[in-house]
């Protein structure tokens, strides 16, 4: 039972340049999350997904596009990728919704946009 | 608007010394509170959350939290500290009908032999 894996641990890219990070969790989850975390901030919200198929806007999408083709991975792309989206990348599932379930994260992804 | 306090960005303990740290949320109803502890390089793991019910709450690793609607307050606490605890460690809140837990933004526990 791996619980959550991200792909990949690092990256650098080149401003405009594009990557998807891939989130898996094998706990039959229905919601999955993905959280970028940045000195002093804590973790904030950039998409979310209640179930395969859906995705939904968290509090800061811009730049960010996600996919839920399978209940298992959860995906985030970067389209154009800009300095201002260097920070730690954080997958996170729960059963139900994260207001009142306890997550589960990842190792985390640190991304660095040159 | 919710929020979430922590105060302190950083503190340092002497092992087998007593820990508190401090959150205090904003948030007008009862809210759903928790600790989560991150280990360097690693991800967020939770310590405990509050409901309802006994406003003291055991969690593991030894920790506990003592929730206090008076002072909006949700303290962490351990009686002993080992050096295994130096983390960062965020509280979060919750609430019903809200799709997003909302994170502290932490505080780095140091500590020293």
């Known amino acids: 039972n791996a619980g959550v894996t991200q792909t990949p641990k690092f990256r650098v890219l080149k401003t405009g340049q594009s990557m998807t990070l891939l989130c898996a969790q094998d706990?039959?989850?229905?919601?999955m999350y993905w959280y970028r975390q940045d000195p002093g901030m804590g973790l904030r919200l950039i998409h979310y997904?209640?179930?395969?198929?859906?995705?939904a806007k968290g509090e800061v999408p811009d730049g960010y596009n996600v996919s839920r083709l399978k209940k298992q991975n959860f995906l985030l792309g970067l389209e154009s990728a800009a300095p201002s989206q260097t920070s730690v990348y954080f997958c996170?599932?729960?059963?139900?919704?994260?207001?009142?379930?306890?997550?589960?994260f990842g190792p985390g992804t640190r991304l660095t946009v040159l | 608007a919710q929020s979430v306090t922590q105060p302190d960005i950083h503190i340092t303990v002497s092992e087998g010394a007593s820990l508190e740290l401090r959150c205090n949320y904003s948030?007008?109803?009862?809210?759903?509170l928790f600790w989560y502890v991150q280990s360097p390089g690693q991800g967020l793991q939770l310590l405990l959350k509050?409901?309802?019910?006994?406003?003291l709450v055991q969690g593991i690793k030894g920790f506990e939290a003592e929730f206090k609607r008076s002072q909006s307050s949700f303290n962490l606490r351990k009686p002993s500290v080992h050096w295994s605890d130096a983390a960062e460690y965020f509280c979060?809140?919750?609430?019903?009908?809200?799709?997003?837990?909302?994170f502290g933004a932490g505080t780095r526990l140091f500590v020293k032999a």
């Open positions: 997904s209640v179930g395969e198929g859906t995705t």
């Open positions: 979060a809140v919750g609430y019903t009908g809200g799709f997003k837990t909302i």
């Open positions: 948030y007008g109803a009862t809210p759903y």
């Open positions: 706990m039959n989850h229905e919601y």
């Open positions: 509050y409901f309802s019910g006994d406003t």
């Open positions: 996170a599932s729960s059963t139900g919704l994260a207001t009142t379930d306890t997550q589960y």
